[in-house]
Each structure stands twice: as structure tokens, then as C-alpha cells.
């Protein structure tokens, strides 16, 4: 009973913490280091991530600032981020790379706000569908005479107290997304 609950919970937490690192990548305004995190540079043959290749660094809100340790992978990193759908072109200055974050319109926010929702709500499908899973693995327990008719009920119980905390959890983080991405 205990190995279901926590293979759950883990799952579930699991799923959180998805949701968080997909929440880092949606840019809002604001210079984050984060939406570099899915970038891949060619270099010297293996796909490498930016963050492996070079100091990136916040200097202005809306400035973020690309520095190779390797000059030599400067247009391999360029020619990166300019194919990946950041929707941003970067400026080469030859030492370093400045990515420049225009200012959202309110149409762009509006969208953005949809894309953390439906994030939000593959969330709490995936939460719901742990809880789903446990459940099934302690009726088949009932079923093998594992656990008492008492014993299901107190687990489903549990598991069901175990989903409405990491739904809310879920609601919270889409909400600081939210406040953050229609922040101007």
C-alpha cells in the first residue's frame, strides 16, 4: 500500500517539476536564462547546450548576454539560436552574443497565457491519471485479499487527499505564470 502511494506521489511530483522547468522556457518580457535551456549547438560534431558552451548572463532586464568560453563556437552558437523558435535573432558582436527581448504586445501575452494553461491542465491530467493508476493497484490488492475493504477506502482516501494538494500546487504555479507573463 505504502509502495503505491509514494511510487504516486512521485509521479506526481514528478510531473510538477515538468511543468515548472516547460514554465522557465516561456519567455515573458523579460530576459530569462532559461529559454536558452533547449538549445542545442553543433559543436565540433556533438550536440552540446548552450549552457555547457558558454557563460550566459542576465545585463539589462530585457538583455541577455551569450558568452562562449570558446570564441571559436561563437557562429555555431549563433546559427543555433537563430534556428531554434525563441522567435529572437541574436546580435554577434564577435566576442559575445546579445539576444535583445522586444516588449510583449498584449495579443502575445494573451497567447501566452493559454499556452500555461493548457501546460497547466496536461499537469493535472498526468496527476489525475497517477491517482488513477494507484487506485487500480489497491482494488487489485482488494481483489487478492492484500488489503481490507477498510484498508481501500483509507487509501483512496489518502491518494485522493495526495491529488487535490498537487492540483492546487498545480493552480498556484500557473497563476504566478500567469501574473508574471501579464505583468508589463
Not at 558568452?67 to 539560436?81: G, N
Amino acid at each position: 500500500m505504502k509502495d503505491a502511494i509514494d511510487l504516486a506521489k512521485e509521479k506526481m511530483d514528478k510531473h510538477i517539476s515538468g511543468l515548472e522547468k516547460e514554465f522557465s522556457t516561456i519567455r515573458a518580457g523579460r530576459a530569462n536564462p532559461g529559454v536558452l535551456d533547449k538549445i542545442q549547438v553543433d559543436y565540433y560534431g556533438a550536440l552540446t547546450p548552450i549552457n555547457s558552451l558558454a557563460a550566459v548572463s542576465v545585463t539589462e532586464a530585457r538583455i541577455l548576454v551569450v558568452s562562449p568560453w570558446d570564441v571559436s563556437a561563437l557562429k555555431a552558437v549563433e546559427k543555433a539560436i537563430m534556428a531554434s523558435d525563441i522567435g529572437i535573432n541574436p546580435t554577434n558582436d564577435g566576442k559575445s552574443i546579445r539576444i535583445v527581448f522586444p516588449q510583449l504586445t498584449e495579443e502575445r501575452r494573451k497567447e501566452l497565457v493559454k499556452q500555461v494553461n493548457k501546460y497547466g491542465e496536461e499537469a493535472k491530467v498526468a496527476v489525475r491519471s497517477a491517482r488513477r493508476d494507484a487506485v487500480e493497484k489497491f482494488k487489485s490488492m482488494k481483489k487478492a485479499s492484500e488489503i481490507t475493504e477498510d484498508d481501500l477506502k483509507d487509501c483512496e482516501k489518502d491518494i485522493q487527499k495526495l491529488t487535490d494538494k498537487n492540483i492546487e500546487k498545480i493552480d498556484e504555479i500557473c497563476k504566478a505564470k500567469e501574473k508574471e507573463i501579464m505583468t508589463v
